[in-house]
Nanobody, 122 residues
Framework: VQLVESGGGLVQAGGSLRLSCAASGRVTDISAMGWYRQAPGKERELVASVGSGGVSNYADSVKGRFTVSRDYAENTLDLQMNRLTPENTAFYC??????????????????WGRGTQVTVSS
């Protein structure tokens, strides 16, 4: 699975950005997709995800401002970010999980895109 992100950039506080992640390869094996971010000096954290059942999950800090959407036909995962604040400045990466099930075990493989920078100025 290959993931390519787009849509990052510089925006003023209060503005909006839309990130998009395009998946290719064995996309039919993808069970879940999500957006993660890492700010300088901080650990990587989950921003939003869409699970295998289509259920969305958000970090508390972005609920009500960010919307994640997955297009199964186009194999994309978008993240609409509204009312951005400087605290949202980070490097955002797309993640895809492929679940491999055998008789012995179930294994989750994580794939990552190269990421895109989001900078929110005050």
């Amino acid at each position: 699975v290959q993931l390519v992100e787009s849509g990052g950039g510089l925006v003023q506080a209060g503005g909006s950005l839309r990130l998009s992640c395009a998946a290719s390869g064995r996309v039919t094996d993808i069970s879940a997709m999500g957006w993660y971010r890492q700010a300088p000096g901080k650990e990587r954290e989950l921003v939003a995800s869409v699970g295998s059942g289509g259920v969305s999950n958000y970090a508390d800090s972005v609920k009500g401002r960010f919307t994640v959407s997955r297009d199964y036909a186009e194999n994309t995962l978008d993240l609409q970010m509204n009312r951005l604040t400087p605290e949202n400045t980070a490097f955002y990466c797309c993640n895809a999980v492929v679940t491999v099930v055998t008789i012995e075990r179930k294994t989750e493989l994580n794939y990552w895109g190269r990421g895109t920078q989001v900078t929110v100025s005050s």
